[in-house]
Protein backbone atom coordinates (compact mmCIF):
# COMPACT_ATOMS: atom_id res chain seq x y z
CA UNK A 1 0.00 0.00 0.00
CA UNK A 2 1.25 3.51 -0.98
CA UNK A 3 1.02 5.95 1.53
CA UNK A 4 -0.57 8.77 -0.02
CA UNK A 5 -4.02 6.56 -1.15
CA UNK A 6 -3.63 3.44 0.56
CA UNK A 7 -3.10 2.32 -3.65
CA UNK A 8 -0.47 -0.30 -4.41
CA UNK A 9 2.49 1.03 -5.53
CA UNK A 10 3.05 1.76 -9.22
CA UNK A 11 5.78 -0.90 -10.03
CA UNK A 12 2.81 -3.27 -8.70
CA UNK A 13 0.05 -1.67 -10.68
CA UNK A 14 2.41 -1.73 -13.91
CA UNK A 15 3.45 -5.28 -13.25
CA UNK A 16 -0.24 -6.96 -12.91
CA UNK A 17 -1.84 -4.53 -15.71
CA UNK A 18 0.95 -5.86 -18.17
CA UNK A 19 1.71 -2.02 -18.97
CA UNK A 20 5.30 -2.45 -20.21
CA UNK A 21 6.44 1.22 -21.91
CA UNK A 22 5.88 1.53 -25.79
CA UNK A 23 7.93 3.68 -27.10
CA UNK A 24 5.25 4.78 -29.84
CA UNK A 25 3.53 6.34 -27.29
CA UNK A 26 6.20 8.44 -25.56
CA UNK A 27 5.95 6.07 -22.18
CA UNK A 28 8.34 7.12 -19.98
CA UNK A 29 6.26 6.67 -16.97
CA UNK A 30 7.49 8.41 -13.16
CA UNK A 31 6.83 5.72 -10.37
CA UNK A 32 7.46 7.90 -7.52
CA UNK A 33 4.19 9.06 -5.31
CA UNK A 34 5.99 11.50 -3.40
CA UNK A 35 7.36 12.97 -6.89
CA UNK A 36 4.06 12.56 -8.74
CA UNK A 37 2.24 14.57 -5.53
CA UNK A 38 4.87 17.07 -5.78
CA UNK A 39 4.01 17.83 -9.46
CA UNK A 40 0.99 18.03 -8.84
CA UNK A 41 1.23 20.85 -5.94
CA UNK A 42 3.19 22.89 -8.40
CA UNK A 43 -0.51 23.40 -10.09
CA UNK A 44 -1.41 25.30 -7.81
CA UNK A 45 -4.28 25.33 -5.35
CA UNK A 46 -6.40 21.90 -6.93
CA UNK A 47 -8.90 21.86 -4.48
CA UNK A 48 -11.64 24.18 -6.25
CA UNK A 49 -10.57 23.21 -9.44
CA UNK A 50 -11.64 20.75 -12.32
CA UNK A 51 -8.15 18.76 -13.70
CA UNK A 52 -7.74 18.18 -16.85
CA UNK A 53 -4.80 15.50 -17.41
CA UNK A 54 -3.76 14.66 -20.41
CA UNK A 55 -1.71 10.90 -20.55
CA UNK A 56 -2.57 9.58 -17.26
CA UNK A 57 -0.56 6.20 -18.18
CA UNK A 58 -0.73 3.87 -15.39
CA UNK A 59 -2.39 6.83 -13.10
CA UNK A 60 0.82 8.43 -10.70
CA UNK A 61 0.15 11.83 -11.55
CA UNK A 62 -3.30 11.38 -11.18
CA UNK A 63 -3.24 10.02 -7.69
CA UNK A 64 -0.90 12.99 -7.06
CA UNK A 65 -3.68 15.42 -8.16
CA UNK A 66 -6.53 13.46 -6.11
CA UNK A 67 -4.23 13.38 -3.21
CA UNK A 68 -4.07 17.13 -3.31
CA UNK A 69 -7.63 17.33 -3.07
CA UNK A 70 -8.54 17.81 -6.69
CA UNK A 71 -11.87 18.52 -7.37
CA UNK A 72 -12.49 16.42 -10.55
CA UNK A 73 -9.85 14.83 -12.34
CA UNK A 74 -10.44 14.39 -16.52
CA UNK A 75 -7.94 12.24 -17.94
CA UNK A 76 -7.85 11.66 -21.52
CA UNK A 77 -5.20 8.39 -22.39
CA UNK A 78 -4.38 6.31 -25.66
CA UNK A 79 -3.43 3.33 -24.28
CA UNK A 80 -6.54 1.11 -23.55
CA UNK A 81 -4.03 -1.07 -21.55
CA UNK A 82 -3.88 1.33 -19.05
CA UNK A 83 -7.92 1.86 -18.20
CA UNK A 84 -8.21 -0.95 -15.42
CA UNK A 85 -5.23 0.36 -13.12
CA UNK A 86 -7.29 4.10 -13.51
CA UNK A 87 -10.63 2.30 -12.70
CA UNK A 88 -8.93 1.13 -9.43
CA UNK A 89 -8.07 4.74 -8.94
CA UNK A 90 -11.67 6.46 -9.77
CA UNK A 91 -12.90 3.60 -7.26
CA UNK A 92 -10.76 4.51 -4.67
CA UNK A 93 -11.68 8.01 -5.47
CA UNK A 94 -15.89 7.95 -6.08
CA UNK A 95 -17.08 10.21 -8.23
CA UNK A 96 -13.81 12.58 -8.55
CA UNK A 97 -11.92 10.77 -11.44
CA UNK A 98 -13.58 10.27 -15.40
CA UNK A 99 -11.53 8.71 -17.57
CA UNK A 100 -11.31 8.91 -21.27
CA UNK A 101 -9.96 6.37 -23.75
CA UNK A 102 -9.21 8.47 -26.69
CA UNK A 103 -6.03 10.58 -28.18
CA UNK A 104 -5.74 14.41 -26.80
CA UNK A 105 -5.43 15.61 -30.19
CA UNK A 106 -8.65 14.61 -30.67
CA UNK A 107 -11.12 14.45 -27.79
CA UNK A 108 -12.93 18.00 -26.93
CA UNK A 109 -12.54 17.92 -23.55
CA UNK A 110 -14.94 20.98 -22.65
CA UNK A 111 -18.24 19.61 -21.86
CA UNK A 112 -17.09 17.24 -19.19
CA UNK A 113 -15.27 19.98 -16.88
CA UNK A 114 -16.84 23.04 -14.99
CA UNK A 115 -14.11 25.91 -14.36
CA UNK A 116 -12.23 27.00 -12.77
CA UNK A 117 -10.14 24.61 -14.65
CA UNK A 118 -6.46 23.59 -14.46
CA UNK A 119 -4.37 21.47 -16.95
CA UNK A 120 -1.40 19.25 -15.95
CA UNK A 121 0.65 16.85 -18.06
CA UNK A 122 3.47 14.43 -18.35
CA UNK A 123 2.70 13.57 -22.37
CA UNK A 124 5.17 12.53 -25.06
CA UNK A 125 7.12 15.51 -26.93
CA UNK A 126 5.25 16.14 -29.75
CA UNK A 127 2.14 15.81 -28.66
CA UNK A 128 2.76 18.34 -25.45
CA UNK A 129 4.02 21.09 -27.98
CA UNK A 130 0.94 20.19 -30.01
CA UNK A 131 -1.32 20.89 -27.09
CA UNK A 132 0.53 23.47 -25.44
CA UNK A 133 0.23 25.72 -29.07
CA UNK A 134 -3.59 24.90 -29.08
CA UNK A 135 -4.17 26.19 -25.61
CA UNK A 136 -2.19 29.29 -26.07
CA UNK A 137 -3.77 30.31 -29.21
CA UNK A 138 -7.48 30.32 -28.91
CA UNK A 139 -8.74 33.93 -31.07
CA UNK A 140 -10.34 35.09 -27.61
CA UNK A 141 -8.62 35.63 -24.33
CA UNK A 142 -9.08 34.28 -21.15
CA UNK A 143 -9.19 30.94 -22.21
CA UNK A 144 -10.71 28.07 -20.59
CA UNK A 145 -8.06 27.22 -18.13
CA UNK A 146 -6.36 29.52 -15.40
CA UNK A 147 -2.90 27.64 -15.51
CA UNK A 148 -0.97 24.63 -17.16
CA UNK A 149 1.88 22.26 -15.16
CA UNK A 150 3.34 20.64 -17.85
CA UNK A 151 6.26 18.03 -18.06
CA UNK A 152 8.55 18.96 -21.21
CA UNK A 153 12.40 17.55 -22.41
CA UNK A 154 14.87 20.31 -20.85
CA UNK A 155 15.56 21.75 -24.27
CA UNK A 156 11.48 22.55 -24.82
CA UNK A 157 10.86 24.11 -21.46
CA UNK A 158 13.69 26.03 -21.99
CA UNK A 159 12.36 27.00 -25.62
CA UNK A 160 8.95 28.44 -23.11
CA UNK A 161 11.04 30.92 -21.07
CA UNK A 162 13.67 32.04 -23.54
CA UNK A 163 14.73 35.50 -23.58
CA UNK A 164 15.19 37.90 -26.92
CA UNK A 165 19.08 37.01 -27.56
CA UNK A 166 19.31 33.48 -26.54
CA UNK A 167 19.61 30.48 -28.80
CA UNK A 168 16.56 29.25 -27.79
CA UNK A 169 14.23 32.22 -27.95
CA UNK A 170 11.45 31.54 -30.77
CA UNK A 171 7.97 30.79 -31.57
CA UNK A 172 7.42 29.02 -28.20
CA UNK A 173 8.70 31.67 -26.31
CA UNK A 174 6.62 34.30 -27.53
CA UNK A 175 3.16 32.54 -27.61
CA UNK A 176 3.27 31.27 -23.93
CA UNK A 177 5.04 34.55 -22.58
CA UNK A 178 2.31 36.81 -24.60
CA UNK A 179 -0.78 35.89 -22.77
CA UNK A 180 1.05 33.95 -19.68
CA UNK A 181 3.14 34.27 -16.92
CA UNK A 182 5.61 31.31 -17.43
CA UNK A 183 7.89 29.82 -14.95
CA UNK A 184 9.99 26.19 -14.82
CA UNK A 185 9.23 24.89 -11.62
CA UNK A 186 10.93 21.69 -11.59
CA UNK A 187 13.80 19.98 -12.95
CA UNK A 188 13.66 16.30 -13.47
CA UNK A 189 16.98 14.16 -14.56
CA UNK A 190 16.41 10.68 -16.87
CA UNK A 191 16.58 8.75 -13.66
CA UNK A 192 13.17 9.72 -12.62
CA UNK A 193 11.26 7.74 -15.77
CA UNK A 194 11.06 4.60 -16.04
CA UNK A 195 12.14 3.48 -18.71
CA UNK A 196 15.08 6.40 -17.93
CA UNK A 197 14.50 8.88 -21.63
CA UNK A 198 17.74 10.20 -22.98
CA UNK A 199 17.42 13.51 -21.77
CA UNK A 200 16.48 15.29 -18.74
CA UNK A 201 13.31 16.84 -18.37
CA UNK A 202 12.06 19.94 -16.42
CA UNK A 203 8.04 20.89 -15.51
CA UNK A 204 6.78 24.27 -16.68
CA UNK A 205 3.71 26.33 -14.98
CA UNK A 206 2.07 29.12 -16.84
CA UNK A 207 -0.30 31.34 -15.83
CA UNK A 208 -3.14 32.57 -18.12
CA UNK A 209 -2.98 36.46 -17.98
CA UNK A 210 -5.93 38.37 -17.46
CA UNK A 211 -5.23 39.66 -20.89
CA UNK A 212 -2.47 39.69 -23.57
CA UNK A 213 0.41 41.21 -22.23
CA UNK A 214 0.66 43.52 -25.48
CA UNK A 215 -2.32 43.81 -28.10
CA UNK A 216 -2.32 41.94 -31.49
CA UNK A 217 -4.79 39.44 -33.51
CA UNK A 218 -3.52 36.03 -32.15
CA UNK A 219 -3.58 34.65 -35.64
CA UNK A 220 -1.56 37.69 -37.27
CA UNK A 221 0.97 37.88 -34.64
CA UNK A 222 1.59 33.54 -35.14
CA UNK A 223 2.07 34.22 -38.53
CA UNK A 224 4.49 37.01 -38.02
CA UNK A 225 6.08 34.43 -35.65
CA UNK A 226 6.12 31.62 -37.80
CA UNK A 227 7.94 33.48 -40.60
CA UNK A 228 9.98 35.45 -38.63
CA UNK A 229 11.74 32.42 -37.33
CA UNK A 230 11.39 29.73 -39.74
CA UNK A 231 14.27 31.26 -41.62
CA UNK A 232 15.83 32.66 -37.91
CA UNK A 233 19.51 33.94 -39.68
CA UNK A 234 17.75 35.87 -42.00
CA UNK A 235 16.77 39.62 -41.56
CA UNK A 236 13.02 40.23 -41.04
CA UNK A 237 12.75 42.03 -44.76
CA UNK A 238 13.72 39.29 -46.27
CA UNK A 239 12.21 36.08 -44.02
CA UNK A 240 8.45 38.57 -43.79
CA UNK A 241 8.65 39.26 -47.91
CA UNK A 242 5.92 37.11 -47.99
CA UNK A 243 3.71 38.91 -45.30
CA UNK A 244 2.90 42.08 -47.14
CA UNK A 245 4.36 44.36 -50.24
CA UNK A 246 5.14 46.67 -48.00
CA UNK A 247 7.06 44.94 -45.06
CA UNK A 248 9.78 47.40 -44.66
CA UNK A 249 7.73 50.48 -44.19
CA UNK A 250 5.39 48.39 -41.70
CA UNK A 251 8.77 46.72 -39.61
CA UNK A 252 9.64 50.85 -39.18
CA UNK A 253 6.37 51.42 -38.57
CA UNK A 254 6.75 49.01 -35.24
CA UNK A 255 10.03 50.16 -34.36
CA UNK A 256 12.31 47.14 -35.83
CA UNK A 257 15.23 48.02 -38.09
CA UNK A 258 14.25 45.81 -41.61
CA UNK A 259 17.54 44.53 -40.93
CA UNK A 260 17.08 42.93 -37.25
CA UNK A 261 16.71 39.38 -36.86
CA UNK A 262 13.70 37.81 -35.12
CA UNK A 263 15.95 36.32 -32.42
CA UNK A 264 16.92 39.87 -31.18
CA UNK A 265 13.21 41.00 -31.21
CA UNK A 266 11.24 41.49 -28.29
CA UNK A 267 7.81 40.43 -27.13
CA UNK A 268 6.65 43.85 -27.59
CA UNK A 269 8.09 44.67 -30.71
CA UNK A 270 6.58 41.85 -32.18
CA UNK A 271 3.08 42.31 -30.97
CA UNK A 272 3.45 45.99 -32.52
CA UNK A 273 4.52 44.84 -36.12
CA UNK A 274 1.34 42.42 -35.60
CA UNK A 275 -0.55 45.32 -35.49
CA UNK A 276 0.85 46.55 -38.71
CA UNK A 277 -0.13 44.21 -40.59
CA UNK A 278 -3.50 43.54 -39.57
CA UNK A 279 -4.04 47.86 -39.52
CA UNK A 280 -2.08 47.83 -43.69
CA UNK A 281 -4.29 44.73 -44.20
CA UNK A 282 -7.62 46.20 -43.41
CA UNK A 283 -6.27 49.23 -45.73
N1 LIG B 1 1.35 10.61 -16.68
C1 LIG B 1 2.04 9.34 -16.62
C2 LIG B 1 3.26 9.49 -15.75
O1 LIG B 1 3.62 10.63 -15.46
O2 LIG B 1 3.83 8.46 -15.37
C3 LIG B 1 2.45 8.86 -18.01
C4 LIG B 1 3.38 9.75 -18.76
S1 LIG B 1 3.95 9.11 -20.32
C5 LIG B 1 5.31 10.23 -20.59
C6 LIG B 1 2.83 9.76 -21.53
C7 LIG B 1 1.43 9.20 -21.51
O3 LIG B 1 0.66 9.84 -22.54
C8 LIG B 1 1.36 7.71 -21.81
O4 LIG B 1 0.50 7.08 -20.89
C9 LIG B 1 0.80 7.64 -23.24
O5 LIG B 1 0.05 6.46 -23.49
C10 LIG B 1 -0.09 8.87 -23.27
N2 LIG B 1 -0.31 9.43 -24.60
C11 LIG B 1 0.56 9.48 -25.65
N3 LIG B 1 0.00 10.12 -26.69
C12 LIG B 1 -1.24 10.48 -26.29
C13 LIG B 1 -2.31 11.19 -26.93
N4 LIG B 1 -2.20 11.64 -28.18
N5 LIG B 1 -3.45 11.39 -26.22
C14 LIG B 1 -3.58 10.95 -24.95
N6 LIG B 1 -2.60 10.28 -24.31
C15 LIG B 1 -1.45 10.05 -24.96
Known amino acids: MSAIDGLPPLREVIAEHGLA ?20 RLAGDVSACDVLEIGPGPGGLTRGLLAE ?31 INGDALEVAPLAHLMPPIRVAANLPYNVGTELLVRWLTPQAWPPFWQSLTLMFQRE ?7 EPG ?21 NLPPEAFSPPPKVS ?41 GLHPDIEDLLRAAGIAPTERAEQVPLEAFCALAREVSAARRG
Not at 211 to 227: H, N, S, T
Request: with cysteine; hydrophobic share 50%.
Open 21 to 40: AKKSLGQNFLLDLNLTAKIA
Open 69 to 99: GARKVLAIEKDARCLPALAEIAAQYPGRLEV
Open 156 to 162: VAQRIVA
Open 166 to 186: SKTYGRLAILSQWRCDVRIVL
Open 201 to 241: SAVVHLTALPEPRFPADAKVLQEVVARGFNQRRKMLRASLK
